[in-house]
């Protein structure tokens, strides 16, 4: 193990930069059987040694593979990984550096010259949804209704490109349509409330911009029944069934869902993210040691030669909200607090994040603990809170939600405001899973569909709730467990967080998992997730 680790930085030392894949290819080598200095010659034009270019200067060693000097299993695996797959593997590999991520001191020394390839990139971002600039509204009636109606024409136009739906009626032409007993229909609507009967059947009222109408799932269909506990208030389906005695009987519905893209886009770049989010700054919890570790490891500051390739490819920081812990958030928070005044926290939070080298590019969205109205959407924090980081010239603000794309890869990054609302009224989800709300929010197309309950919505001319662009990744925070899945070809990743367990969450047994950085290579698709917080730490 050593004499391959050996062999890595044999390379860098010899200033090539090594991809986290070319790394593994190399630690599939013996030190022994290659010739550095001819593998550093054949390589020494290039300034990222992507898998491509390692195995085309491998191919010059070719008589030695030939000659059996490596091991019949190795030359072999060598062989399967000649053809450079364009689509990288449905699950990306999660990585877990552990050791080598907790540094001390001693460590910190850098044996070998810190060449970040995100230097030599520029930034290319491009923000596709933004709803800061939205005008505020008063909250009447009249605002409601126009924001129910954008939901539901935003909603319908993703339904209608469904082809199960494209057929669907509007409810007040039902009556007009002089329907055969048990004729097949299809309505689109919004579902204004449901209750359970005290047959174990349901009833729903579903209503479109033209009528309402009572839909029943009688209790003999339990598979509907069970599918129907996602059917939340406030959401839009495309329903299935058939008008029977002047009632709806339901066969089946629809999400808007998103369709499946499994063959992920790449990018030529070799660049990656990283991406965190609830740092609560100023917070007593917030785990300010830990936090310097990431910012060390974005310069490069690590012994680990591979961790050293991955610290080199960071491009983007996106920091997903609740940069600060806030003030006046819950009652009696002032105990909680190590800084008691929101812009030192915002200071504080500039002196941290100005020791992120000037090439990452960072983008900070707003949480429910910012500067910022509660409601979504939540404009970006402003100027006023946060003058210095503003000044940044490798800062953005941006609300939440906001889409960007990067380097045309699109990113929805949303705190995750309305997750508990989700986790508490879908049967099956929790909050110690935030899987299952982001999931769910895909498939509704909507990021908070129900009204009214913990999460406060801004009734807008536009519902910019609605997941319009379906993105490749849905990057989202807020439950402080990290979490990542795959839903449809989209990586989903809650990115966790930098505050140690406070007392609200052990009452709610909710149990984080501080200090785990993921980190998306854009170019591989594959996912890392680093580790810069030991929780046996404070269990001692
Ligand atoms: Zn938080
Ligand atoms: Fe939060």
Redesign the pocket.
Known sequence: MAEKRDLVRELLDRHCLITPESYEILEDLDADVVDIDKLAEALKDEIVVSPEKLREALASFEELLSEGNLEVEESRELEERKPAPKISSPEPELVTPKEEVKLTPSVKKQKTEFKPIGKQIKTKMKVIHESSGQTTVDGSIGDFKQYFNSRYNQLFAILRGRGDVSGSIGIKDLEKAKLETNEKITITGIVTSKRTLKSGGILLEIEDPTGRLTAAIPAKMQELLVKAGALLEDQIAGFFGRLYEGRFILDDFVFPDIPIVMNKKTIDEPISVCMT??LHIGSKEFLEDSFNDLLDFLNGRVDDPYQQTLASQVKYLIIN??LVEGIGIYPKQEDDLLITDIYDQYTKADQLLSKVPEWIHIIITS???DACRLALPQPAISKEYAPALWKRSNVTFLSNPTTVDLHKKTFLIY???SFEDVASLTPGLSMNDPNGPMLHTLRYRHLAPTFGRRTSIVPSIKDELVIEKVPNVYHT????INSHTQYRGVDCINSGTFQAQTEYMSSKNIVPTPGRVPILNLHTNKLHELVFFDDSEIKK
């Open positions: 989010s609830d909200g609740d949480g429910n603990h705190h995750g405001n925070g807020h439950i402080h």
